[in-house]
């Protein structure tokens, strides 16, 4: 698990993400491919996409399997003023990808800020979000997790000393489970993704999102 744009992250001279926007597969995907298929796990890495016919640009976060092909890639959805400004445009899908481990998700940094996104990768089965993120309030992302019903690991930038962001393992109650305390530091937890979250007169809530979350009446459009 990688953080975001790692090709603009603490790079000097500092490059555009034009300049670094690459296809997905690529020159990227295929270097982190060759790492996950000669130790055999999965690689989540933030990347900058040129999409190869548009010509677009999007911030992407790309699963990379154990045979080291990529699995899928999600585009980041909400793009703060920086990004937008920079050329980039927004994502407009919630992939899940079934892996060993159980239902993958992913999102990518600003997209904490919202609870839209994660709730939507919960209601299409993710049990696991994946985060490469620059810098958030963790307590955001604490409640994503509590929200959904869902296991949360993150990769961030920020300095651990600051009470911001953290590179950890969140479970589906949004408590930390283990968190890195340097940079550079690798965490390994495991979890069990059979046991069920229960809320005291719930049950599994999970189970119960899809059947009682609110229900929003679609715009209506112009005559």
């Known amino acids: 698990m990688l953080g975001e744009t790692i090709a603009v992250a603490g790079v000097k001279p500092r490059r555009t993400y034009s300049e670094v926007a690459e296809p997905i597969p690529g020159p990227s995907t295929d270097y982190f491919g060759t790492l996950a298929g000669k130790y055999g796990f999965y690689i989540v890495v933030g990347l900058v996409e040129r999409d190869q016919t548009s010509q677009l640009i999007y911030n992407v976060a790309v699963l990379i399997d154990p045979s080291g092909k990529v699995a899928g890639k999600y585009r980041k959805v909400s793009l703060p003023r ?6 980039m445009v927004p994502g407009d899908s919630y992939p899940v990808f ?3 481990f159980g239902k993958l998700g992913m999102m990518v940094c600003y997209d904490t800020f919202f609870p839209e996104v994660a709730r939507r990768l919960a209601l299409n089965g993710a049990e696991i979000i994946a985060l490469p993120v620059w810098g958030c309030n ?3 992302a604490s409640a994503r997790c509590a929200e959904n019903g869902v296991f949360l690991v993150s990769s961030t930038y920020t300095n651990p000393r600051y009470n911001w962001m953290k590179t950890a393992i969140w479970d589906r109650e949004g408590h930390r489970m283990i968190t890195a305390d340097h940079q550079g530091q690798v965490i390994v937890s495991e979890v069990d993704l059979s046991k069920p979250t229960i809320w005291s007169g719930l049950g599994d809530f999970q189970s119960r999102i ?3 979350a609110p229900v929003w009446k679609a715009e209506k459009t112009a005559p």
């Not at 920086?82 to 050329?87: D, L, R, T």
């Open 82 to 87: 920086a990004e937008n400004i920079s050329g």
């Open 98 to 100: 079934d892996t060993k």
């Open 138 to 140: 963790p307590s955001l």
């Open 210 to 212: 899809a059947r009682d």
